[in-house]
């Protein structure tokens, strides 16, 4: 099924409705999925359309703030699996968010229902280097993370 959609533009329904589109991530054109929960119906809410506007409207100025709470995550990890005492080439020392950025990659965008949170709510999803099967996600609160973890924190 499709939608046209005046906000989100030309939309699939597969169980959630999506579309692949592009977006600058630190000077780079990449190829993301944004991903809007939503029923069959394709009816979205007014806050979902606020939060997805808001986050695009402020991606060039928001983006590069991502790197340090993914690095902080990483070390967090790291530690708690005891890769900081024992090595594994999956989990190198990382120190700096340019290291951390060669070791992600932007996935997806994810609009989710709105209500759940106050605020504008939405869920940014990477593939990362050292784990492959769960990715790293953030919740953003009115553009701010405010969680980081497995890719499903961000859904």
Same mark, same amino acid.
């Given at each position: 099924m499709k939608k046209n959609d005046p906000i989100f533009g030309e939309l699939d329904y597969d169980y959630i409705w999506s579309k692949d589109t592009n977006i600058n991530f630190f000077g780079k054109e990449v190829e993301i999925a944004l991903i809007i929960k939503g029923d069959e119906d394709g009816e979205f809410e007014e806050d979902q359309y606020k939060a997805y506007q808001s986050l695009m409207?402020?991606? %060039?100025?928001?983006?590069?703030?991502?790197?340090?709470?993914?690095?902080? &995550? &990483? @070390?967090? @990890?790291?530690?708690?699996?005891? &890769?900081?005492?024992?090595? %594994?080439e999956n989990y190198p020392l990382v120190e700096t968010t340019d290291k951390i950025l060669e070791m992600i990659s932007l996935d997806s965008?994810?609009?989710?229902y709105a209500g759940i949170y106050e605020g504008r709510d939405m869920g940014v999803l990477f593939k990362c280097t050292w784990d492959v099967e769960n990715g790293v996600g953030l919740r953003l609160l009115d553009e701010k993370v405010?969680?980081?973890g497995y890719q499903d924190v961000a859904n």
């Open positions: 409207e402020n991606w %060039d100025e928001l983006h590069p703030s991502f790197l340090q709470p993914i690095l902080e &995550y &990483y @070390k967090e @990890k790291r530690h708690e699996l005891g &890769y900081d005492i024992a090595i %594994d965008i994810v609009v989710p405010t969680e980081v």
